[in-house]
């Protein structure tokens, strides 16, 4: 059912021009279910060459055309569905139904930044002498070099490669190794649609090797990169040593404060959806809960019999809730981060170990009583931990959602209208979401502050990420 994965560099699915590859394990299994090849010297040469021939090619393509291309490849997208998830299930764990949203979502992105790339406006200024025009152009900035981590293989991968084609840049994308064939379906739709050779090319390999090569290299012209905040920085400043503009979408720790007047059943539900979603490894998960004191034991109660509930098992069997985590490091950080907790005073309520020894499953987990100085109340978890905190008053509570350097995500629960208007003007954060999950859509923002990057992968401003303005004063003589 695991396809043969290959790299797409000018136009061509081909191996590693060196020979070498990677297997690729299931989560669910820990057992190999095929091969990535890994890139060397000569095929990212040929990649770069290869982006450098299709900006050329691209940049004078209507963006009528870029645009109906772009339909095409979202059509395409849409009748793989099926075949994408089971092949993401086997390579990234999560349960089949949310692996088949993911390119189903994918294809809303493609379909938004299509449209989008149609309204890149120029303007006409106004000029102070009458025989001259003064006009601002938008174009594509150029080839860009993007770099996409495994926790959601195509819609990290999509957005970039998205705001590239629009706009009219060419990519050199590397995904992600130990998830490469959802990714690798992604490019294909738009291989299969019609894309030119040279737009779109596609790498894996060992990711510094890549990034230490790609960066820098005169051809590249942007960078964009979704992963841990301290690649992020390491990659930035290699970016700004080089004088490339970066759009950084990097980690969190997100808090979800919980007032007194909350609806606390849809709280629970919601906050416990998106804390287990995925296994906890996504960047806005809410990841320091801030209860109030009135409700704290009625909330961790009704959390904690919501997560000794969750259905732990393979993604493939229809009845999982939540599958395994992607990779082995992942069961060794979640150790870490609970015994760090227990050591300094905290109290397991559910959860806290591995599931068997066959595969990356960890146990749903709740803590209570964690001190502020625990890893875990400082470093992302990217897991299923959920540390549960109470307190006393708003002002105290936004303190501490707002301690860390993270800044990417923030949830509140609260019935009264005055206190919805506290947080969301409270939180140092990118995206703010109460009472509701609303995060993630193609047409709103999606980017972090602080330690969480800066950028957008979303709304409008995503595109501005691709283009560079060119400012035209002409005299008529
Ligand atoms: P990691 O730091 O080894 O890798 C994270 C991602 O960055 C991977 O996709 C990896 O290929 C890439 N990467 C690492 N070093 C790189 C380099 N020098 N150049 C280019 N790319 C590089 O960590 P991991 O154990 O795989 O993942 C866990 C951590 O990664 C989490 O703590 C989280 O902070 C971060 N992460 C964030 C997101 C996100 O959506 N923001 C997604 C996945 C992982």
Not at 58 to 86: C, D, H, P, Q
Not at 208 to 221: F, K, N, T, V, W
Not at 251 to 266: F, R, T, Y
Not at 381 to 393: H, V
Request: hydrophobic share 40%; with cysteine.
């Amino acid at each position: 059912m695991y396809p043969d994965v290959s790299m797409y560099i000018d136009g061509a699915w081909c191996k590693s021009a060196g020979g070498k590859s990677d297997p690729i394990l299931n989560p669910a299994t820990g057992e190999s279910i095929g091969t990535v090849p890994i890139a060397n010297r000569a095929d990212l040469d040929r990649a770069l060459a290869a982006a450098e021939k299709g900006f050329k090619a691209w940049r004078n393509v209507s963006t009528f055309e870029r645009y109906k291309l772009m339909r095409k490849a979202a059509e395409i997208l849409r009748t793989r569905v099926a075949e994408i998830g089971e092949t993401m299930t086997l390579e990234q764990g999560k349960p089949l139904a949310e692996a088949k949203a993911e390119p189903a979502s994918a294809a809303d992105v493609i379909d938004w930044f299509a449209e989008e790339g149609r309204r890149t406006y120029g303007s006409l200024i106004p000029a102070r002498f009458d025989n001259v025009t003064q006009t601002t152009i938008r174009e594509p900035i150029g080839p860009v070099a993007a770099f996409t981590p495994w926790n959601f293989p195509i819609n990290q991968a999509v957005r970039k490669i998205s705001g590239a084609v629009a706009t009219g840049c060419s990519i050199v994308i590397k995904g992600p190794e130990n998830t490469p064939g959802s990714c690798a379906a992604l490019v294909r739709a738009f291989a299969d649609a019609g894309l030119p050779p040279g737009v779109i090319n596609l790498v894996f390999g060992v990711p510094a090797e890549i990034s230490e090569y790609l960066i820098p290299h005169p051809i590249i012209r942007k960078v964009s990169f979704t992963g841990s905040t301290a690649v992020g920085k390491h990659l930035a400043s290699l970016a700004g040593l080089h004088m490339k503009p970066v759009t950084m979408e990097l980690g969190g720790h997100s808090p979800a404060i919980v007032c007194p007047d909350a609806d606390i059943d849809l709280a629970v539900k919601l906050l416990a959806g998106a804390k287990f979603r995925n296994a906890g490894q996504i960047c806005t998960n809410p990841s320091r809960f801030l209860i109030h004191e009135s409700i704290y034991n009625s909330f961790v109660e009704k959390f904690t019999a919501t997560a000794k509930a969750m259905k732990v098992g393979d993604g493939m069997d229809p009845e999982t809730r939540m599958g395994p985590l992607a990779h082995a490091r992942r069961i060794e950080s979640m150790e870490a981060l609970v015994s760090d907790a227990v050591k300094r005073g905290g109290k397991i309520k559910t959860g806290g170990k591995r599931i068997g020894n066959k595969g990356f499953f960890f146990e749903p987990t709740v803590l209570t009583d964690v001190p502020l100085d625990a890893r875990l109340m400082n470093e992302e978890p990217f897991g299923p931990l959920a540390p549960m905190m109470s307190y006393k008053d708003l002002d105290s509570a936004l303190a501490e959602a707002n301690r860390l350097r993270y800044g990417l995500a923030a949830y509140a629960f609260t019935n009264s209208s005055k206190t919805a208007a506290a947080v969301a003007a409270g939180f140092e954060s990118g995206m703010v979401t109460i009472n509701h999950h609303g995060l993630g859509l193609p047409e709103v923002p999606f980017g972090g502050v602080k330690d969480s990057g800066y950028g957008t992968e979303g709304g409008a401003a995503a595109l501005e990420a691709y283009l560079v303005t060119k400012f035209v004063t002409h005299a008529k003589i």
